[in-house]
């Protein structure tokens, strides 16, 4: 993904992390990306926002008690009518785990749950639209949703989101979709079945140098998952951070 726009209706626009170790998360990502952790608001439960050259890039949270995958981070989209979506997600075969919650002027939230299980938000711009800047080393590149079934992936996120998906690829052994609103590229749909992991969002964040990026995230206590290679998208690899958040780098 390139370009320095403001994601339009139905694209990433927005991410953020939830943590067991919030004060070593913030240093974490602070010395990995270059990234200023700001304080945190007590009006929203500790939220804070991480910026990238002075403009914000994610969010950052303490895990909720009862949350199933306390440390990971979260993708979210941008939408018209967050509380018009929440009610077609179930019967898209989604679940509304929480209720849409204003958050001051800035805009309104949701979180769901897809059709095969993977997590995902919805952000109604009010003051606040999301990240910009797309495609620049030290802030987000690429949304991937890695799923169990990829057809009702695909099914899902057409009926709720309105995405027109494109096949990249459609054999046996390596289906991908991707999503483009006005001719650019904003997420893919990859099936993952055969690896038998379970649904889930991966954030790929553009690095200038993916080798030397991956040598600092170990000696700040993340763990490679999945070694440097490269692709025709640039090099990629795969890290969990101090915590166990997994997210990807790729040179941009």
Known sequence: ?????????????????????????????????????EEPSEEFGGYFMFTNGGAPVAGGMPAMPDQPAPNAWHVFLADADAAKTAEVVPAAGGQVPMPILPVADLGVTGFFVDSTGAAIGCWQPGTFSGFTGMGQPGVPAWFE?????????????????????????????????????????????YDASAGGEPSKWYIYFGVADTDATVAQALELGGTLTEAAKDTPYGRMASIDDPAGAAFKLVSV
């Open 1 to 37: 993904m390139t370009g320095s726009d403001t994601p339009p209706i139905g694209a990433p626009c927005w991410i953020d992390l939830s943590s067991t170790d919030v004060d070593r998360s913030r240093s974490f990502y602070s010395q990995l990306f270059g990234w200023k952790a």
């Open 145 to 189: 949703l890695h799923t169990s079934d990829y057809d009702a992936a695909l099914a899902f996120y057409r009926d709720v989101f309105k995405w027109d998906l494109q096949p990249m690829g459609d054999s046996p052994g390596f289906r991908l979709a991707t999503l483009s609103i006005g001719g650019q590229p904003r997420a893919g749909v």
